[in-house]
Nanobody, 125 residues
Framework: QVQLVESGGGLVQAGGSLRLSCVTSERTFSDYHMGWFRQAPGKEREFVAAISWSGAMIYYADSVKGRFTISRDNAENTLYLKMNSLKPEDTAVYYC??????????????????WGQGTQVTVSS
């Protein structure tokens, strides 16, 4: 329903930094809460971070809190995830997702109705 395109993934050494971007041409981008999820080989998709439609509310998984920063620019229809102090266990395919603004909770994958194609992040030790 909402087309999302992630970029910015790649190979980085442990301790390094990376910034992911998610862009949409959707004219009502501000009508959606946005989130980042990731999935490692053999693992279930897990929540990373989310931000409300206005940016007023932000949520992080305990595993990334203090290292990752989620932000959005509604004027440019862009979502960001700045990742610092990367660890090998951060290696995964990272997905951008959109949830309806009417949702009260938006930290579960089932809350999000639209997903990007994913971008690979690989952290070497």
């Amino acid at each position: 329903q909402v087309q999302l395109v992630e970029s910015g993934g790649g190979l980085v050494q442990a301790g390094g930094s990376l910034r992911l971007s998610c862009v949409t041409s959707e004219r009502t981008f501000s009508d959606y809460h946005m989130g980042w999820f990731r999935q490692a080989p053999g693992k279930e998709r897990e929540f990373v971070a989310a931000i409300s439609w206005s940016g007023a509310m932000i949520y992080y998984a305990d595993s990334v809190k203090g290292r990752f920063t989620i932000s959005r620019d509604n004027a440019e229809n862009t979502l960001y995830l700045k990742m610092n102090s990367l660890k090998p266990e951060d290696t995964a395919v990272y997905y951008c997702a959109a949830a309806a603004r009417s949702k009260y909770g938006y930290t579960r994958s089932s809350d999000f109705g639209s997903w990007g194609q994913g971008t690979q992040v690989t952290v070497s030790s």
